[in-house]
Nanobody, 116 residues
């Protein structure tokens, strides 16, 4: 059974950092393309970035370039999203996602609130 479980969200002040985690199970994590999305209240879901099986990150949202980085730990089957210099407009629920054997899977999301 495929599972994606995000954690690490919380309330931070502008300029601070957070690291989100996406713990996975039930599929070959090392061969999967993993993605991060976010959705702010009342807005459409945004595609932030994807990480290929070789660890290459492709950014899909310019506003997070230079501030967000992704990484993964193959020993833990876990992907991370390091978010630096957070801004109020980064407030959203963050989701990890992947396509596995023609089906797509989402985590339950973790909420990030950036506010002074």
């Amino acid at each position: 059974q495929v599972q994606l479980v995000e954690s690490g969200g919380g309330l931070v002040q502008p300029g601070e950092s957070l690291r989100l985690s996406c713990a996975t199970s039930g599929f070959n994590f090392g061969n999967a393309i993993m993605n991060w999305y976010r959705q702010a209240p009342g807005k459409e879901r945004e595609f932030l970035l994807s990480m290929s099986h070789d660890g290459t990150t492709t950014y899909h949202l310019d506003s997070v370039k230079g501030r967000f980085t992704s990484s993964r730990d193959l020993t833990k089957n876990t992907m991370y999203l390091q978010m630096n210099n957070l801004k109020p407009e980064d407030t959203a629920t963050y989701y990890c996602h992947s396509w596995i054997l023609f089906d797509q899977y989402w985590g339950q999301g973790t909420q990030v609130i950036v506010s002074s």
